[in-house]
């Protein structure tokens, strides 16, 4: 049997605002230190939710409360590979008081659910049950198999998430090819000022790929000695200068296929020329839409830690800085090699972590179905590819050879900022737009 275009029946959407109420009400924050209170309770809720629907959830554990859950569904079609769904239950930490509700109050109020994890990510985690237990109810399904993992850790390095599952529950990934996760197809107004319906047009962003992330410790050595003596074996004096090489780096404009496919939509969608060789100025002059491309046209590394010395009349015998590095898909040597030379000799450079940047296709079928999802439901809508600035646990499974996607759709009112509030104060997700999601995320799947 495939999928008719109808929706899901109505109780889905009611289905997806219960359950993302009781996950905002579920304390997952994820300090990335190990005190947090894990994600257990997040996910014994998750599997109930599961097990109702007749889905046997496994339900494993990388260390004590640090909790994921996988599972399958049947699709129609046999010979299509399976598709994984992914989403982590954790969430970043708040500060109560510099909300209007309580980060953790899960309030139905002006149309939206408020609290932390509103759009990263408990929003599509409740889209995602809502819509299998819907295909429960009604006997519809998806054409694929669907491999749901919904994960702990992801706000961290995922080494308690994703990172665990795919080491070591990978059979359960063995035989898919693409995956959807977090992070794109959420509504995005394309012209600044755009009102409730504006002139009605809305860019949906599909994330491709990401940058990849080279976070790393630097550290110098000298000579320890008294603050009073001259000399050029100070590793703070060092240190400094390496870094203050590396924050100085104007790096290169790289256009990478993906971003290049974005800019061209935009001038089209919006009518404009957009100068190649002035983009961080475009994107601002585009507003909402440039921020899609201003972080990805280069590669970056971002000094964000210091660390040297106790006492001002002490010079230290070495001196350590971390720094935030990501690069594009394609530039990892380049950027390494760059890295590199800008930090000189005398500095020992470790890798915290080093990811590849994934990157998939943005003209195949997957892309394809996911941009036609979109249309179906907001006919206005423009979907378009990009990358994401950051990462993802897209990472960890493009490393077992998946194709990741970021589509977790989302239609927000055109004054609520996705990207401000991942990670912001009063995050929030407007229900009507998790009914959408349900909707488009049950065309999606039930037609590729
Ligand atoms: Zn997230």
């Not at 990388?62 to 859950?69: F, G, I, K, N």
């Not at 995922?158 to 059979?171: K, N, P």
């Not at 809305?202 to 550290?219: D, K």
């Not at 996607?405 to 927000?412: T, V």
Request: aromatic share 6%; glycine share 12%.
């Amino acid at each position: 049997m495939t999928l008719s275009p109808q929706p899901p029946d109505g109780q889905a959407d009611t289905e997806a605002v219960r359950i993302c109420q009781d996950l905002l009400r579920i304390d997952t924050t994820n300090p990335g230190d190990g005190t947090g209170p894990g994600e257990r309770p997040a996910a014994e809720y998750v599997a109930a939710q599961l097990a109702e629907a007749g889905i046997e959830p496994l339900v494993v554990e990388a260390a004590p409360r640090r909790t994921s859950v996988l599972a399958r569904v049947a699709g129609t079609d046999p010979v299509r590979a399976p598709l994984l769904v992914h989403g982590h239950l954790d969430t970043v930490p708040f500060d109560a008081a510099d909300w209007s509700r309580h980060p953790l109050s899960g309030d139905l109020y002006d149309g939206c659910l408020w609290g932390r994890g509103a759009v990263d990510m408990k929003g599509a985690v409740a889209t995602t049950l809502a819509l299998v237990r819907s295909w429960a109810r009604t006997g519809r399904r998806p054409r694929r198999d669907i491999v749901l993992a919904f994960l702990a850790d992801e706000e961290s390095t995922g080494e308690f998430g994703a990172r665990f599952v795919a080491s070591r529950h990978r059979e359960h990934f063995a035989d898919c090819r693409e995956a959807i996760g977090e992070s794109g197809g959420f509504s995005v107004p394309a012209r600044p000022g755009a009102g409730a319906d504006g002139d009605g047009a809305r860019v949906y962003p599909v994330a491709v790929g990401e940058r990849g992330t080279a976070w790393m410790n630097l550290t110098t050595t000298g000579t320890a000695g008294h603050g009073s003596r001259s000399g050029t074996d100070n590793a703070v004096s060092t240190l400094v200068h390496a870094l203050s090489a590396l924050a100085a780096h104007s790096w290169p404009t790289r256009l990478t296929p993906p971003v290049e496919a974005l800019i061209a939509e935009l001038e089209r969608i919006l009518g404009t020329v957009i100068d190649r060789d002035r983009l961080e100025a475009e994107a601002v002059r585009l507003g909402r839409v440039g921020e899609l491309f201003a972080t990805t046209v280069r590669n970056s590394a971002t000094p964000t830690v210091l660390q040297a010395g106790r006492k001002v009349n002490v010079v230290p015998c070495s001196a350590h800085a971390q720094v935030d590095g990501r690069f594009l898909p394609g530039t990892r040597e380049e950027y390494l090699t760059t890295v590199e030379r800008l930090l000189g000799p005398g500095v020992v450079r470790e890798f915290i972590n080093l990811e590849e940047a994934p990157s998939g296709d943005h003209s195949g079928p997957a892309f394809e179905a996911m941009t036609a999802a979109l249309r179906a439901e907001d006919p206005a809508g423009h979907p378009v590819p990009y990358l994401m600035s950051g990462g993802t646990d897209a990472k960890t499974f493009a490393r077992l050879g998946i194709a990741c996607y970021g589509f977790a759709p989302l239609l927000l009112d055109p004054g609520l900022h996705y990207q401000r509030m991942f990670h912001g104060v009063d995050e929030r997700v407007p229900v009507a737009g998790l009914g959408f999601g349900v909707r488009v995320l049950d065309r999606f799947l039930g037609t590729y």
